[in-house]
């Protein structure tokens, strides 16, 4: 793909009617207090909608992002392992959808919870090894390799966070802001490096 920006902001769209527009639809949902992936618990309202018509989509535009991208990351060797294990992001999403979380996302519950729960923590785990990967890549410069440590580490501090018992009423906000950073990190990375005649640059 010559120029993949189209695909960077069509990806922050849907991810943001998703996010916002799945809340406006779930009666007492709490943006602050509750996971994402509330939005789509089993037997809550409009979960089918938002799981196959957001989540869905906001993960296989992440993968296609990613595989856009590819070709205009200058990542080799284990940064380039840790760019592809920023697949798990998509897969997380996607999976969310085909395996919801139950009423309150608890730490037990149905084999679906488990799945998701699984998930969850392959995802973070994923994503945090990936990011570290990603410092890497070769001749960028000392301050941006530890940016990719410290936006790692974040995300996994973040992540341990918003599963301790005395933040839960915080864990939805955590989350977001979890998100959010590495989410727009990634995306403003992405838009420096696609050029719009398709070449790589050095970040």
């Given at each position: ?15 943001a009617f998703m996010l916002f527009g799945g ?29 196959m018509g957001g989540f869905i989509p906001v ?145």
């Amino acid at each position: 793909m010559r120029n993949p920006r189209w695909l960077i902001l069509l990806f922050v769209v849907v991810y943001a009617f998703m996010l916002f527009g799945g809340a406006a639809l779930k009666p007492g949902y709490s943006a602050m207090s509750q996971y994402i992936s509330e939005l789509g618990a089993t037997d809550s309202a409009h979960a089918v909608l938002i799981s196959m018509g957001g989540f869905i989509p906001v993960g296989a535009l992440a993968a296609l992002l990613l595989g856009a991208m590819a070709a205009h990351v200058p990542v080799s060797g284990a940064s380039r392992v840790g760019y592809w294990l920023l697949m798990c992001e998509p897969l997380a999403w996607i999976g969310s959808a085909l395996a919801p979380c139950d009423l309150g996302c608890p730490l037990e519950g149905s084999l679906s919870q488990a799945v998701h729960n699984l998930l969850g923590v392959f995802t973070y785990l994923g994503t945090t090894l990936g990011l570290v990967l990603l410092a890497a890549t070769p001749h960028i410069k000392l301050p941006t390799r530890l940016f990719w440590i410290a936006l790692a580490t974040i995300w996994l501090l973040l992540f341990v966070l918003m599963g301790t018992p005395p933040l839960h009423d915080w864990r939805g906000l955590l989350q977001r802001l979890s998100e959010w950073l590495v989410y727009g990190a990634l995306c403003v990375a992405a838009w420096r490096l696609a050029s719009p005649a398709g070449a790589p640059r050095r970040e």
